[in-house]
């Protein structure tokens, strides 16, 4: 799936966001907006609980796929982070051939 160009400037932005060292131990989920602006949301453990729980439906309907958690996905609109996703195994390596993993820690 091509990026548009406004996302590959999204990417761009994330890859500088995520290189940052004063960025990396932030309690919260990180997120740009459309300007690339940093969006701040802190994390709540009921939340994370949700997360763990849709993971594992995922895992259990659709076993075949990648489930991660807080997955960052780069879009014309900013770089936002899904709560749980669910992508097959040539899409992950499809991102790997293509830098769609620029500024993360695969």
């Given amino acids: 799936m091509p990026t548009t160009a406004r996302a590959a400037d999204q990417q761009e932005r994330w890859h500088e966001i ?3 060292p004063g960025l990396r131990e932030l309690p919260y989920t ?3 907006n459309h300007r690339g602006q940093i ?3 802190p994390h709540k453990n ?3 609980v949700a997360q763990e729980q849709i993971q594992g ?3 259990e309907h659709a ?3 990648l489930q991660p958690t807080e997955f960052a996905i780069a879009t014309a609109g900013g770089v936002k982070v ?9 899409r992950w390596e499809h991102m790997q051939e293509t830098g ?3 500024g993360g820690d695969a």
């Fill in 63 to 65: 076993p075949d796929g």
């Fill in 57 to 59: 439906l995922l895992d």
């Fill in 30 to 32: 990180v997120e740009t």
């Fill in 39 to 41: 969006v701040l949301s």
């Fill in 82 to 90: 899904a709560d749980v996703i669910w992508m097959s195994p040539g």
């Fill in 18 to 20: 995520v290189s940052d």
């Fill in 100 to 102: 769609d993993l620029r």
């Fill in 46 to 48: 009921r939340h994370s």
